[in-house]
């Protein structure tokens, strides 16, 4: 079993829909939450920080943290399709720069 | 452009041939990790260093791999006596440890076929 598990996907939304992209992991060590977003034959790029349980909003996005679960999620609102790409979760022991781990993640693809 | 920057960044070579992969940190970042990612899967920690110092290596890095990061500027991933599975994206990143967020800064990566 995977430290951390996301949902496959490929996921496919109508402009304008409400994304929902969730990940579950097992080490309940993990402290700190992010999620990066990758467009093809690009690099990962940080997306969302969270530490603490509860909400954080940034926009169209929410990141959404239950450590009691051990369960994450991101929210896009309005989706666009140059919102289109792979969503990685990832999560580390501690935040100052440490090693990540990633989940597989999910790839969007958001349609016209 | 002073971003992470990798090279080649795409190298197809054979069986049993050495690569090596070089990594250009962005400049004031004291810490630089390598990873690996296959095609549908999230990127796996191969190895990182905190200057010249290489702190952590994952399992997932077998004897062929070696990583340097002389006078903690660039590094480089050489792989020896590729194999078929060693075929995948390989990601470098950086980061300050003063972060607030932690966040790593990828390069594009490299990808690696080998045939």
């Known amino acids: 079993q995977k430290e951390v598990e996301q949902d496959p996907g490929p996921l496919s939304v109508p402009e304008g829909a409400i994304v929902s992209l969730n990940c579950t992991y097992s080490n309940s060590a993990f402290q700190y939450f992010m999620w990066y977003r990758q467009y093809s034959r690009k690099g990962p790029e940080l997306l969302m920080y969270?530490?603490?349980?509860g909400n954080k909003e940034d926009g169209r996005f929410t990141a959404q943290v239950d450590k009691s679960s051990k369960y994450i999620s991101l929210f896009i609102r309005d989706s666009q399709p140059s919102d289109s790409a792979t969503y990685l979760c990832a999560m580390s022991f501690t935040g100052t720069a440490s090693k990540l781990t990633f989940g597989t993640g999910t790839r969007l693809q958001v349609t016209l | 452009d002073t971003g992470v920057s990798q090279n080649p960044r795409h190298k197809i070579t054979k069986r049993g041939q050495n690569v090596t992969f070089r990594c250009d940190p962005i400049s004031e970042h004291n810490r630089l990790y390598w990873y690996r990612q296959t095609l549908g899967q999230g990127p796996e920690f191969l190895t990182y260093f905190q200057n010249e110092a290489q702190l952590e290596k994952s399992r997932l890095l077998s004897d062929r791999f070696s990583a340097e990061r002389p006078k903690g500027s660039f590094s480089t991933l050489e792989i020896q006596r590729t194999e078929q599975g060693d075929s995948a994206m390989y990601l470098c990143a950086s980061s300050l440890t003063s972060s607030s967020t932690g966040e790593l800064f990828f390069g594009e990566g490299s990808r690696l076929t080998v045939l």
């Open positions: 969270t530490y603490s349980s």
